[in-house]
């Protein structure tokens, strides 16, 4: 999923521009232990920012960091309590955050407080409107419990009421089959689950840009591309 050619860096480069992020101010909020972080670093040039309010998740950051030979900051704060430095950003980022929260809104007028006049807004969730998300309902209930489903028109309208401009909605990475360990089922579906999700993350590895066009009822993740309205 990773490197300059991986799934990441082809995403950032079909829905945003690398030109775009070149130098860029980014940050990503609840950013612990971010690869993301470290390819827009490596790939683009980004001078890049994570917040987390684990302390164990900021140090292994600021590990991460160090040992992939990247600068960049890992603070540790609550990110609603959090003034940015005092400087906006050029691009605000989360991956697998907004899932975890029964109103959107609150993170989207974050975001949008954070990043500078026409600066980029970029998220991602699992798409729980995946065929494949009953498989994850069904074998880890208590994980799958914690994640909600925002609707396009819901992610829209928050948008829109945080000051942002919603500009691209996409899908992308492996057929949805597992998110989770399995919480039940017996070995053969432990075998076949576990088995199909190692397959196609084994093709994505090996050919990522295959799962760069991405299908709404199958793929895994679901993407959004907004920016600040000036």
Known sequence: DFGRH??????????????????????????????????????????????????????????LFREEGVDGDAVFADMFAWDGGGEPFDAVMHFGLLEHFDDPREVLALSARLARPGGHVVFTMPNLAALGASLWARYAPENFSHHVLHRDEAVRAACEAAGLRLERVFHAGPPLVRMAPLERGGLVPRLAVNGAHALLCAVGTAAPGLYARGHARLSGTRGFVARRVA
Do not use: C, N
Not at 16 to 37: H, Q, Y
Not at 39 to 54: C, F, Q
């Open 6 to 63: 991986g799934l990441f860096m082809r995403l950032m480069a079909r829905h945003v521009g690398l030109e775009a992020l070149r130098g860029a101010r980014v940050v990503e909020l609840g950013g612990a232990s971010s690869r993301f972080l470290v390819d827009l670093a490596r790939h683009a040039g980004a001078r890049i920012t994570a917040v987390d309010y684990s302390r164990v998740g900021i140090a292994q950051t600021e590990r």
